[in-house]
């Protein structure tokens, strides 16, 4: 059984930080591309970045600069370090697992990042 547990949302002010973090499990993690996307109320789910199994990543425009995603293939976790957040920042925030190999896509159940003063 394939679970993506994300972690570490919250409430946070404007400029400041959170570490978000998902633990994969029933997968080989080498073999995906791991990516957090976000929704707002409202709004489509985008990508906010994605690590590929050899480390090659991708943002998006607004995450460039302030977040940046990394991976430990020993522990099956991807990491997004997001700093000087804004409002705009506010969102469920998930975590995706995408194999091209194995042509499977895997989602987990979001965590709230709510940014406020």
């Known amino acids: 059984q394939v679970q993506l547990v994300e972690s570490g949302g919250g409430l946070v002010q404007p400029g400041g930080s959170l570490r978000l973090s998902c633990a994969a499990s029933g997968i080989t993690f080498r073999d995906y591309t791991m990516g957090w996307y976000r929704q707002a109320p409202g709004k489509q789910r985008e990508l906010v970045a994605d690590?590929?199994?050899?480390?090659?990543?991708k943002y998006t425009d607004s995450a460039k600069g302030r977040f940046t995603i990394s991976r430990d293939n020993a522990k099956n976790t991807v990491y997004l370090q997001m700093n000087s957040l804004n409002v705009e920042d506010t969102a469920v925030y998930y975590c995706n697992a995408y194999s091209r190999v194995w042509n499977r896509n895997y989602w987990g159940q979001g965590t709230q990042v709510t940014v406020s003063s």
């Open positions: 690590i590929t199994g050899g480390d090659s990543t």
